[in-house]
């Protein structure tokens, strides 16, 4: 029998001995301390600071030079709470785990940024430094799972596939850039593009409430869904473009199925539906929209903007204009039983502005403008506080500009700010966009039989007020002051100007009125300062117009004229019609003579 002999040596023990016998002693001395501490805070009613937090750990990722070469090492070494940054440049390292394929598989709680650089890592620039993560078609980009909260952030998420890796209820291929069961995840500033599933070709969620917010998701394929797809999930959409995505079905921007998610500011446009919901296909799902603009969607049945089946949503301040296909309903419906509620709507450019096959659609302040037919089908349609006229929309399709119709045209539905996060008035614009007046802009509605009032006041706090008696116009007009700082006008010898020059503009359902002439003479009333005519004789002052020829004096036509108030500095003057006015006055010349003496 072998035996295994052991030798100790003795100094080695005796120092090892010696330095725990040291660690004890400084373990309890620290003990006592912290008891003795203790008893202070308390009897003092002091409270003992806490413990410094430990951060938590910032992984650092690119594909040469850091610790981490892919996202997925990143991920697989992280602990919750952690942040990966990751520099600029194309991942692509696509891999199978638990059976499934993606660029990144996440069953923990971390927050991934995209944007940085390896010289700093303070900064997220996303635009500048696309940090890619590209599935090139062999499975999906992103998946996750769990009970967890991860946020994903600053990404472009391309190329991902879900064939064959099924996902949905029924098993069928779901979110081929990004899926999410179960986690409650934030996905933000990403841009989802080129991707391709059954179910949700940029984005899947089941069983979810993630938050999707600020995604730019285009150029997404998928049978349902092109863009995004949600499955018995209550999540949040806020600030998405979803654009030009492609459903083989429905939703070619959206699919909601049995989803009772909350939709806010987001744009749905050029979006394409092969059957049914060109931009939003909702399936059993009580959705609330708040300041959502469906525009230039298509589908090839019925839909074109959006298609509502077995559903009671709730819409506020929606923009739906200029949808086509199939039916071209920019709203068509298919309740059943409840009610469609539409409030602060726009509804323009529409073959068909809403089709209820049957149930109730209750629409409570609308603008309807160029439809075929606003409404058609043998269901119900209320409709109050309706207008028609021009929207007069921006460049882009859906912000307001002067002289729309949609101005102050709302019912309040306590709906604070629009789709810009900019705030509401008191009587809010229909439509998603709010218009904001210019600094240098005012506006008034008014009515053939009471009238109205402008008033505008610059940044001097003087005023400008133009009275419009009853019998002013024969329809409700709205009329926009516009400040015009530097006229460019030339002005004739002699005069200078002297402080306010301003347009004054007629606006009836949304179009510019030219050559517009007032029944009634109206009353325009002009504060000034002491400097406006420090560089003119004051008694001179006058509020002339321009005319195709020059300036003219207001006065010169039947019905106008004008004073001057010197001890309150303030012109009146009554005019008919409408173009650009000026305050101008003869120009004062102080003249100085030399002194001259001469010696001797």
Not at 475 to 497: F, H, M, N, W
Not at 533 to 549: H, N, P, S
């Amino acid at each position: 029998m072998q035996r295994t002999t052991c030798t100790l040596n003795w100094s080695a023990l005796g120092i090892t001995l010696a330095l725990a016998l040291g660690a004890l002693l400084i373990l309890v001395s620290l003990t006592r301390e912290e008891t003795a501490l203790s008893a202070v805070y308390a009897q003092t009613g002091t409270a003992a600071p806490a413990a410094p937090a430990i951060p938590d750990a910032e992984l650092h990722v690119c594909t040469s030079g850091c610790d981490f070469p892919s996202v997925q090492a990143a991920v697989d070494a992280a602990m919750p709470g952690d942040i990966i940054k990751v520099v600029g440049g194309v991942y692509t390292d696509v891999r199978a785990r638990a059976g499934i394929t993606q660029v990144v598989y996440i069953s923990k709680s971390v927050i991934i940024q995209g944007g940085y650089t390896i010289s700093d890592w303070a900064t997220s620039d996303p635009m500048t430094n696309s940090t890619i993560l590209d599935a090139q078609g062999q499975g999906r980009v992103l998946y996750i799972t769990g009970d967890i909260t991860p946020t994903i952030e600053g990404l472009h998420i391309t190329g991902g596939n879900a064939t064959g890796l099924g996902g949905d209820p029924g098993d069928e291929d779901a979110g081929g850039g990004v899926y999410v069961i179960t986690a409650t995840a934030t996905i933000s500033g990403n841009e989802v593009f080129g991707n391709t599933a059954r179910w949700g070709g940029g984005i899947y969620l089941r069983s979810s409430s993630t938050s999707i917010r600020g995604n730019t998701v285009l150029s997404n394929t998928s049978h349902e869904g092109g863009g995004i797809a949600l499955d018995y999930s209550p999540g949040i959409l806020n600030w998405n473009t979803i654009i030009s995505n492609t459903a083989n079905s429905s939703g070619g921007g959206l699919f909601l199925y049995y989803s009772a998610a909350t939709l806010g500011e987001n744009v749905f446009a050029f979006n394409a539906a092969t059957n049914y919901g060109g931009g939003l296909y909702l399936s059993g799902s009580d959705a609330d929209l708040v300041n959502n603009v469906v525009t230039d969607n298509r589908a090839n049945n019925a839909g074109s903007g959006i298609y509502v089946s077995s559903s009671k949503p709730r819409l506020w301040h929606t923009t739906i204009a200029r949808n086509i296909g199939g039916d071209n309903s920019g709203v068509y419906a298919v309740i059943f039983k409840g009610d469609l509620a539409m409030t602060n709507t726009i509804l323009a450019n529409q073959g068909v502005g809403i089709t209820v096959v049957d149930g109730t659609a209750i629409l409570n302040g609308i603008l309807w403008y160029s439809n075929g037919v606003n409404t058609v089908g043998l269901g119900t349609v209320i409709v109050t506080q309706a207008y028609t006229g021009n929207p007069a929309f921006a460049a882009d399709g859906y912000h307001l500009t002067a002289g729309s119709m949609a101005i102050d045209r709302g019912v309040d539905a306590g709906i604070t700010t629009d789709i810009d996060g900019e705030p509401r008035d008191a009587t809010p614009d229909l439509g998603a966009d709010e218009y904001r007046s210019a600094s240098g802009e005012s506006r008034t509605i008014v009515d053939p039989d009471l009238g109205g009032l402008l008033i505008f006041t610059d940044t001097r706090g003087l005023t400008t007020t133009v009275q419009f008696p009853p019998g002013a116009v024969t329809d409700t007009t709205e009329i926009v002051y516009t400040a015009v700082p530097s006229p460019t006008e030339p002005v004739s010898p002699g005069l200078r100007s002297a402080g306010q020059a301003f347009d004054l503009d007629a606006y009836r359902n949304g179009e510019r009125l030219f050559s517009f002439t007032f029944s009634n003479t109206v009353t325009v009333t002009i504060h000034y300062a002491d400097a406006d005519v420090a560089g003119i004789f004051e008694d001179t002052l006058k509020l002339y117009r321009w005319v195709t020829t020059g300036w003219q004096v207001v006065g010169t036509r039947l019905g106008e004229g004008q004073t001057l108030d010197m001890d309150n500095n303030v012109l009146t003057a009554w005019l008919r019609g409408l173009t650009r006015f000026r305050n101008m006055g003869v120009s004062r010349y102080d003249i100085y003579l030399p002194l001259v003496i001469r010696n001797g």
